[in-house]
C-alpha cells in the first residue's frame, strides 16, 4: 500500500529565516505530487504541482519555490519566510494513471511565522 | 472566475441524516470530489463523482448534477466521529483540484 510522509509536523520560523518542508511517497512509482497550503478560515490552496522530476507548475506566485530531485520526494522552500506564509502546509500525491486521479494528502506541516 | 460554495457550517444530532450542498463554477468539468478533514488533521478521501446521479459508499453518499453544477454529501446514521469539515474540490480543465472551504459540521448528542 501507498504512505506518504512529511516533515516536520509542526515548525516555528522567525520572519526572514529560510523553509524547507519535506515530503515522501512509499509504494508507488512515477506520482504526481502536490504541495496546498491552508490557511486559518480559507480553503485548500494548491501552491505546486510536479508530474515528474525536475517538472515543477507554479499555481500561484509566491516567495515559495518547489523542487522533485527524486521521483518520490518533494520539496518546498523558501528563501526569506514572511507573516503571512503561515498555515498548515500539506503535500499530497495521485496515481496519475486514470480520469480519477484521486489525491491523498500527507499529515501535513503545521508552520508558524513569528 | 472559477468558485466553489459550500455552507460555513452545520449542526446536526447522533443517528440523523444531514446534507451538505456544494455549487460549483469551472472552467471545464472532470470529476468532483468530497474529502472529510477533522480539526488538526489532513483530509481523506470519501468519494468521486463524474457523472449525474447517486454514489453511495456505506453510510455516505455523494450525488451530482452536472447541468446545475450542484452536488451534495448525505451522512446517514450520523455519529459523534462525524463532526469534522467536509471539502468539496472539483476538477477544471487541467490537473488541479479546486477546493472549497468546507463545512464544518458538527454532530451533538
Known amino acids: 500500500s501507498q504512505t506518504i510522509h512529511q516533515w516536520p509536523a509542526t515548525l516555528v520560523q522567525p520572519v526572514g529565516s529560510p523553509l524547507s518542508l519535506e515530503c515522501t511517497v512509499e509504494?508507488?512509482?512515477?506520482?504526481?505530487l502536490y504541495w496546498y497550503r491552508q490557511a486559518a478560515g480559507r480553503g485548500l490552496q494548491l501552491l505546486f504541482y510536479?508530474?515528474?522530476?525536475?517538472?515543477i507548475s507554479s499555481e500561484v506566485p509566491q516567495n515559495l519555490s518547489a523542487s522533485r530531485p527524486q521521483d518520490r520526494q518533494f520539496i518546498l522552500s523558501s528563501k526569506k519566510l514572511l507573516l503571512s506564509d503561515s498555515g498548515f502546509y500539506l503535500c499530497?500525491?495521485?496515481?496519475?494513471?486514470?480520469?480519477?486521479?484521486?489525491?491523498?494528502f500527507g499529515p501535513g506541516t503545521r508552520l508558524t511565522v513569528l | 472566475g472559477q468558485n466553489i460554495d459550500q455552507p460555513t457550517e452545520m449542526t446536526a444530532t447522533e443517528g440523523a441524516i444531514v446534507q451538505i450542498n456544494c455549487t460549483y463554477q469551472?472552467?471545464?468539468?472532470?470529476?468532483l470530489f468530497w474529502y472529510q478533514q477533522h480539526a488538526g488533521e489532513a483530509p481523506t478521501f470519501l468519494s468521486y463523482?463524474?457523472?449525474?446521479g447517486l454514489e453511495e459508499k456505506g453510510r455516505f453518499s455523494s450525488f451530482l448534477s452536472r447541468s446545475k453544477g450542484y452536488s451534495y454529501l448525505l451522512l446517514k446514521e450520523l455519529q459523534m466521529k462525524d463532526s469534522a469539515s467536509y471539502l468539496c474540490?472539483?476538477?477544471?480543465?487541467?490537473?488541479?483540484?479546486?477546493f472549497g472551504k468546507g463545512t464544518t459540521l458538527s454532530v451533538s448528542s
Open positions: 510536479s508530474v515528474g522530476i525536475g517538472q
Open positions: 474540490a472539483v476538477r477544471g480543465a487541467g490537473t488541479a483540484l479546486i
Open positions: 463523482n463524474v457523472l449525474d
Open positions: 469551472t472552467s471545464g468539468f472532470n470529476g
Open positions: 509504494g508507488t512509482s512515477n506520482p504526481n
Open positions: 499530497a500525491w495521485s496515481p496519475g494513471l486514470d480520469v480519477v486521479d484521486t489525491q491523498y
